[in-house]
Nanobody
Framework: VQLVESGGGMVQPGGSLRLSCVVS????????MSWHRQVPGGKDREMVA?????????YYSDSVKDRFIISRDNAKNTVYLQMNNLKPEDTAVYYC???????WGQGTQVTVSS
């Protein structure tokens, strides 16, 4: 199983970024997906958004609710995280994750700074 994130970078507060995660090696359309983040020096990864296999059920953490949007395209084996109105406290490495198989991507850095 391989998960490859992209789309991270540096952005000013209030800006937007769109992360993508392409998944291979498993039947993507059958599995729920989630995005997590880990702040510099932090031990734990915070789950920020999750989506089930057919995008019927979506959940956001309180810290990103109303700013981030998770979506998926099963035809492209890709899950997205649209991040709007970014804040400095959103600075972290963002990972996509397959909960059922416990597979992680390598992460992509997001830095929000003026």
């Amino acid at each position: 199983v391989q998960l490859v994130e992209s789309g991270g970078g540096m952005v000013q507060p209030g800006g937007s970024l769109r992360l993508s995660c392409v998944v291979s090696g498993l039947p993507f359309s059958k599995y729920g997906m989630s995005w997590h983040r880990q702040v510099p020096g932090g031990k734990d990864r915070e789950m920020v958004a999750t989506i089930n296999s057919v995008a019927e059920y979506i959940y956001y953490s309180d810290s990103v609710k109303d700013r981030f949007i998770i979506s998926r395209d099963n035809a492209k084996n890709t899950v997205y995280l649209q991040m709007n109105n970014l804040k400095p406290e959103d600075t972290a490495v963002y990972y996509c994750y397959v909960p059922f198989t416990n597979d992680w991507g390598q992460g992509t850095q997001v830095t929000v700074s003026s």
